[in-house]
């Protein structure tokens, strides 16, 4: 989930069902504890505004504050991403997920140890407990809702719903609309889905943060001291597991190659070979793709076609298959090939879910090196003949 940024449904729908309850939850607890919504600032910065034309410092200071605080959360992911990037690390939007799990820890201490006295509706703390506690969620919040929008390119929001709802209205017309088109780009819903896709997400997003709003005001009403235990163990558990599935390498093969058809055992520099290096502890679980849009990117523009093999992967997950799915469609729009090798008969049954095998030309799924190879070199004199 954190390796890459999300471009199909399948990854932004996971990213939606993840964090937009944790949003609702914290929301709600903050504004019984708190008397503050923390989730977005809509409704602080109004608050802002009032308070500086009422010239009420107290309140005026607080929305400050909040303001504040949200805003270094997110500035604090883009740092934390920029910071795991250039470390080439392999899951560069862990590291603010993990952050924010300690920012709500954080916050959950400053309530369990404040001695505000239990009143009707709830607690309600004052003064410099208010303030640690305000700080630590706003700081959780901007975190979350940074990052989100960093990995699904602006497409999802999981700490507010304002504008879920407003999309999720027209898109309730397309959805009776008799062959609506897929949309080519949007503020707030993906490019190149279904309007039946679109309208689902945004329901998810909508219904993930209502019923964690929910759930957050009946465990409050149980326990205030374990109230945020439920969205800081699941935050522990997404990173745990994101970090204990490996993420396989893709290594470019420089050498020649045994076995390949005549005349390209040595590689000509429009033709690139890729392993899919496999290391790591699996946990009986299939390895995770790498970026494969950064890694498109950084190819050599002489690159025409790019080989990868497959044969090290034991399985390859439908988001990996649907990711491939989509470097298919970029490289055909570039004029390049896309060849995979290592695919035999039967095996990776996810990559014909996706769809893959209707978008490559026949021949560019092999079940060895050599061959795919050869299909290749064959393309790239047929392209030079042509041309």
């Known amino acids: ?41 809509t409704g602080t910065l109004t608050a802002f505004g009032k308070d500086i034309s009422d010239s009420d410092w107290e309140p005026l200071i607080l929305s400050g504050w909040l303001l504040w605080w949200f805003f270094a959360g997110a500035l604090a992911s883009g740092v934390a991403t920029a910071i795991a990037r250039a470390r080439q690390w392999k899951s560069p939007y862990v590291l603010p997920i993990a952050a924010e799990a300690g920012a709500l820890l954080g916050f959950a201490i400053s309530i369990w140890i404040t001695d505000a006295s239990q009143e009707e509706g709830g607690i309600h703390l004052a ?3 208010l303030l ?3 700080a630590f969620a706003c700081f959780a919040m901007g975190l979350q809702n940074a990052t989100v929008s960093r990995i699904s390119s602006g497409v999802v929001r999981t700490t507010h719903v304002t504008g879920v709802l407003t999309d999720l209205g027209l898109e309730i017309v397309n959805v009776f609309r008799p062959k609506a088109p ?21 329901t998810m997003i909508l219904l993930g943060f209502g019923l964690g709003a929910g759930l957050g005001g009946v465990l409050l009403a149980w326990s205030l001291q374990l109230v945020m235990l439920p969205p800081i163990l699941f935050l522990i558990w997404i990173v745990w597991l994101d970090q204990s599935q490996p993420v396989a390498d893709l290594v470019r093969e420089t050498s020649a190659v045994p076995g390949a058809a005549a005349g390209i055992a040595d590689l000509p520099p429009t033709i690139a070979l890729y392993r899919l290096r496999c290391a790591g502890r ?14 498109s990117e ?21 988001a ?9 469609e970029r490289f055909h729009k570039s004029g390049r090939s896309l060849v995979l090798a290592g ?13 893959l095998d209707r978008l490559l030309p026949i021949g560019s799924v092999a079940c060895d090196v050599p061959e795919a190879l050869a299909f290749a070199h064959t393309r790239m004199v047929r392209e030079t003949a042509t041309t």
Not at 285 to 290: D, E
Not at 298 to 318: H, T
Not at 320 to 328: D, F, K, Q, S, V
Not at 343 to 355: D, Q, T, W, Y
Request: charged fraction near 20%; charge should be positive; hydrophobic fraction near 45%.
């Open 182 to 202: 897929r949309r080519t780009g949007g503020a707030e819903t993906p490019a190149g889905l279904t309007v039946h896709e679109r309208a689902l997400l945004l």
């Open 127 to 129: 003064g410099k407990e």
């Open 343 to 355: 695919v035999m008969p039967g095996r990776f049954p996810s990559l014909h879910e996706a769809g």
């Open 298 to 318: 950084s190819l050599d523009p002489e690159v025409r076609a790019a080989v990868i093999d497959l044969s090290e992967a034991k399985d390859i997950e439908f």
């Open 320 to 328: 990996g298959a649907e990711e491939l799915c989509l470097l298919a």
């Open 132 to 134: 640690v506690a305000t």
């Open 1 to 41: 989930m954190f390796v890459a940024q999300a471009y199909t449904f399948t990854q932004k729908a996971r990213l939606a069902v993840t964090l937009a309850w944790v949003a609702g939850y914290v929301n709600i607890v903050c504004i019984v504890v708190c008397g503050r919504g923390v989730s977005h600032v």
């Open 282 to 295: 699996r946990r009986g679980r299939p390895h995770r793709l790498p970026n494969m849009t950064h890694w």
